[in-house]
């Protein structure tokens, strides 16, 4: 039986030829494909979906290039105003990408801009061959129109703030650039013979890489305003819980011993009074500052709320916890606000958990913690005081004693 003839050189090349194209166009359907499915689980991201129809829209756009259509043995004219529409539907789209990305207004002027994508698509559907070659000119104005407009809305002050927008402006300032280039060079435009050189796909792959690099650079900074304190710059409670949580549960497995720690400042309200809630608030940033400079990196301190601190000291026992405490409590006392002319001091409640009380749960140390700081203040302030749990019995404030 004869096998397959082999193919030509010519054959060969031209494949050759076709591979970046056929290449950038499945890697950026792949991405249309991840957008839209992850849309059509949160309908309420239409960013997701604007970038969804960008992507798929591209590699049509692709594909439908002459060399690809003639080796894949299609040819006629809709190919080629398919094609054209495409030149004046993808800007429009990413430009709506990109504001929809930003929370930029639409506003009257940029829903009159939207005319012109759809004047396009229909002159690419409806005129004759004659004035198809007055398309690609028109679309490439509009890309660089469109463009434009992007920019100056990534310039906005309340925008150019953002860390992130550095890097938007070098994903669409290359996707831009890349763009204009490929259809002044099938034009012939830049002084050189016309070529049809597929700039669009690598240029959008960079521009999705570099997106994704801006949007987990959003990402770490809308977690990390989630997870911290604005004043203090130390985890909030919520956060605090989170991690305080599994660290109880890792010792209930491994039987080590952890301590939580309630520190206060004393009588801030009193000073919050006579010096003013601005100095009251940097020398609650300042106590944050100290307390984290005291412990070791293991541990955690989370502001729990107003002028109260909540410490988590991970493998420490009684004297070992009752020790970081007062270093801390230390370096609380060092603090020496400007125009401030009294020591700050702190009072404090600790509690340790041993890993052997199984049914210690976080909620019930902090409590312990929190009811043996409030024993120190009844005891004059400016003091420690250590609960001291029952011998095998789980940890609660109504089963622990204090010293």
């Given at each position: 039986m004869n096998g397959a003839a082999p193919l030509s050189p010519e054959a060969l090349a031209a494949l050759w030829r076709l591979l970046p194209a056929v290449v950038s166009a499945s890697a950026i359907a792949s991405l249309a494909f991840v957008a839209l499915l992850l849309f059509a689980r949160d309908r309420s991201r239409r960013d997701l979906l604007l970038y969804g129809i960008l992507a798929a829209g591209i590699a049509a756009h692709l594909l439908l290039r002459p060399p690809v259509l003639s080796a894949a043995g299609f040819g006629g004219e809709l190919p080629a105003r398919l094609?054209?529409?495409?030149?004046?539907?993808?800007p429009a789209t990413g430009w709506l990408f990109l504001l929809r990305l930003r929370q930029v207004p639409l506003g009257r002027a940029r829903l009159a801009l939207l005319v012109l994508p759809f004047a396009g698509v229909v002159a690419s559907a409806l005129s004759p061959p004659a004035l198809a070659r007055l398309l690609?000119?028109?679309?490439?104005?509009?890309?660089?129109?469109?463009?434009?407009?992007v920019f100056v809305a990534l310039s906005h002050p309340s925008r150019r703030r953002?860390?992130?927008?550095?890097?938007?402006?070098?994903?669409t300032g290359s996707l831009l650039l890349l763009a204009l280039v490929e259809a002044a060079l099938s034009e012939g435009v830049l002084l050189l013979p016309s070529a049809d050189v597929p700039l669009v796909g690598p240029g959008f792959l960079l521009f999705s890489a570099l997106l994704l690099v801006a949007l987990a650079d959003e990402g770490?900074?809308?977690l990390v305003r989630a997870t911290t304190d604005p004043l203090t710059?130390?985890?909030?409670?919520?956060?605090?819980?989170?991690?305080?949580?599994?660290?109880?549960?890792?010792?209930?497995?491994?039987?080590?011993?952890?301590?939580?720690?309630?520190?206060?400042?004393?009588?801030?309200?009193s000073f919050n009074d006579?010096?003013?809630?601005?100095?009251?608030?940097?020398?609650?940033?300042a106590v944050a500052q100290s307390i984290q400079k005291s412990i070791r990196g293991s541990d955690l301190v989370?502001?729990?709320?107003?002028?109260?601190?909540?410490?988590?000291?991970?493998?420490?026992?009684?004297?070992?916890?009752?020790?970081?405490?007062?270093?801390?409590?230390a370096a609380i006392s060092a603090?020496?606000?400007?125009?401030?002319?009294?020591?700050?001091?702190?009072?404090?409640?600790?509690?340790?958990?041993?890993?052997?009380?199984?049914?210690?749960?976080?909620t019930g140390l902090v409590a312990a913690a929190d009811t043996a700081l409030y024993e120190s203040k009844k005891a004059g302030r400016d003091r420690t005081t250590l609960a001291i749990t029952g011998e095998e019995r789980p940890t609660s404030p109504a089963e622990v004693r204090y010293r």
């Open positions: 094609r054209n529409a495409l030149s004046f539907l993808l690609p000119p028109l679309s490439g104005a509009l890309l660089a129109l469109l463009g434009a407009d953002r860390p992130d927008t550095g890097l938007l402006f070098v994903a770490r900074r809308l710059n130390v985890p909030n409670r919520a956060a605090f819980v989170e991690r305080a949580r599994r660290e109880l549960e890792r010792a209930s497995r491994t039987g080590e011993t952890l301590a939580v720690a309630m520190l206060d400042v004393d009588r801030f309200k006579r010096f003013g809630h601005q100095t009251g608030d940097r020398v609650l940033s989370g502001r729990y709320g107003g002028e109260e601190f909540v410490l988590l000291l991970v493998d420490a026992d009684e004297k070992s916890a009752v020790a970081a405490v007062e270093r801390v409590r603090i020496a606000p400007p125009r401030v002319p009294e020591r700050i001091t702190c009072s404090a409640g600790v509690i340790v958990h041993h890993g052997r009380f199984e049914r210690a749960s976080l």
